[in-house]
């Protein structure tokens, strides 16, 4: 049931932006892209989602490409703290429930 | 707010037994998910609950059932424990017109 492909790892130095891909290719019209991460021994948390536009939050940003098949999470300036396995998620529409099928995602290592 | 909490946090059984794993979602919230995460599968959905009634579930065998209660507290039954059963096994709550997942910390099971 997952739809998304990933970098199984990518590194950064701190302080520097991150860029972290996804493909998903047989997104439907009305998939949400959700973006989380789970740090050591933690459970997952969210980080950021859209739909068709860009987003911004506190904690990152989501580019989504205009025909919506693939998507880039930005960390602006990575942190020790950053360091996790992120996980890029099609999520069905919300009236259809809460199930998330979760790729293999990809650790980001930070490196100081 | 207090999180989504989880208990017990680790758990030791020997094959062949059952165990039962509880979940209290964050107040409030009335949708709580259930994953299955082991090395070799990753995070794998295993059923999601919604006022009391299963809205979806994962592709599992029948040895995996759980239920909600009126307060929306989750409980999740494993029968007849197999090795390849330890995991850690996460809950995620989410409130009504949300589209994001809190995840608690998980509880480790080691089946032996």
């Known amino acids: 049931d997952a739809k998304t492909t990933q970098p199984n790892s990518m590194e950064s130095n701190e302080e520097e932006p991150v860029h972290l891909p996804c493909n998903h290719s047989t997104i439907s019209g009305t998939d949400y892209i959700h973006w989380y991460r789970q740090l050591p021994s933690q459970g997952p948390e969210y980080v950021i989602h859209g739909l068709t536009s860009n987003v911004n939050n506190r904690m990152a940003s989501l580019a989504i490409a205009e025909d919506r098949k693939s998507s880039t999470l930005i960390l602006h300036r990575a942190t020790l703290r950053d360091a996790a396995v992120y996980y890029c998620i099609l999520r069905p529409p919300r009236n259809t429930g809460n199930q998330f099928y979760f790729g293999t995602g990809t650790s980001l290592t930070v490196i100081p | 707010k207090a999180g989504v909490t989880q208990t017990p946090r680790y758990l030791i059984k020997t094959r062949g037994q059952q165990v039962t794993l509880s979940c209290s979602p964050i107040?409030?919230?009335?949708?709580v998910s259930w994953y299955q995460q082991t090395p070799g599968q990753g995070l794998q959905f295993l059923f999601e609950?919604?006022?009391?009634?299963?809205?979806n579930k994962g592709n599992f065998p029948g040895r995996f059932s759980g239920r909600q209660f009126s307060n929306s507290r989750s409980e999740m039954n494993v029968s007849t424990l197999e090795l390849g059963d330890s995991a850690l096994y996460l809950c995620a709550s989410s409130g009504l017109g949300q589209e994001t997942q809190y995840f608690g910390p998980g509880t480790r099971l080691l089946v032996l």
């Open positions: 107040s409030g919230h009335r949708s």
């Open positions: 609950y919604f006022s009391e009634t299963q809205r």
